[in-house]
């Protein structure tokens, strides 16, 4: 008689196209040995539904504001009726519900993942600190994407350290190499073109390229222009008006390129001369893992997460936050200096491999999962 399938059931905002809802996708899709189902929260399928759907089980339990009893009450008949082995809140603060919501159906584990810095998206420390205290006596621990991440749980959250297991996010490393090539050959022109850059992600208060615009009038002003091609903000949101407003007032709204939401993320970054990532505070960055894997060069805002992931500056440059000088230099540095980028392009690659693939993660997950010897503690 074949062995029962370990039961694990994720939790999600929605199951729109973003990083987090990707690495959920992949890390199922690399984990088939486990019995997965989603459990989203928004009344919209999402843009990604039929890709979950194609991998596991996918359920919907609303959560409006203002009824949060109503969804406590629904999830936990849920988890009641699925009997998982494990539940995984992929949103942190949440968790304190659902990891609630989880011991009243008599689930054995549940777990916090922490995406993010919860610190940088609260009005101060109390709140996140707050509601990570409320769900240690039903929470197995959380889970962190980063080594940054981490510190932050123990030192602001005040955490116990041994309730914080880092396992850091993951791509199909082999997957965006080969996109991203394809993408380099259809970009190719006789004669070349004009330097690209390329960001991802959606413009918020992490996100803000004002930095990379302003480099950019400061290349035009020295008579050397290059197009900026931002992913990530759908075409009528807000966001995209304030960076189209702000390169019409600079002078150089003819070399930006607004792309709105897209799917061919590694053949965008295989088109360009490099990837910016340019965010005031992150949990992972994903981007900066993306393009480590397509073999093209990155510039990251000097935190703490893109620190981690870039090696100190080893795989990538690293620049203060909002110095649009230090970022032109950054750039000038890269596409004049050969030896500097392919040097760089080496050892991202070497380390994407060996930090950051998704098998990796997924090893790091399937251990969590299969831990039978684990309790909660608090």
Known sequence: MPEKKIRVI?????LNYGGLQLIVLNLISELPSFSHKVIFQSREKGALYPRFEGVCEIEQCVHDKGRTFSFFRRLTSLLRNDAPDVVVAHLFGNHALVSMAATLAGVPRTYGVSANDPVFYSSSTLKPM???????????????????????????????????RVIPNGCPVEEIATRAAAGRSAAQQPGGRTPRLFMAGRKGRAKDPTAVLKAIQLFRTRGRDME?????DAPRKPARASVESLAEELGIRDLVCMLG???????????????????????FGMA???????????????????????????CGLLVPIGDSTALAEAIRQILDDDALR?????????????????????????HLFSGSAEHRVT
């Open 10 to 14: 994720h939790v999600l905002g929605n």
């Open 130 to 164: 707050a509601l990570a205290q409320v769900a240690r006596p039903f929470c197995s621990g959380e889970i962190a994407v980063s080594e940054a991440v981490g510190r932050i749980l123990t030192s602001r959250l005040h955490l116990p350290p041994r309730r914080v």
């Open 228 to 232: 900026l091609w931002v992913a990530g």
């Open 261 to 283: 939401v897209r799917d061919d993320v590694p053949e965008l970054m295989g088109a360009s001369d490099i990837v910016i990532h340019a965010s005031n505070s992150e949990g």
């Open 288 to 314: 900066v893992v993306e393009a480590m894997a397509a073999g093209v060069p990155v510039i990251a805002t000097d935190i703490p997460a893109c620190r981690e992931i870039l090696d100190g500056g080893r």
């Open 342 to 366: 392919a040097r760089m392009v080496q050892a991202a690659s070497e380390r994407v491999r060996s930090h950051y693939h998704i098998k990796q993660m997924a090893a790091g997950y399937a």
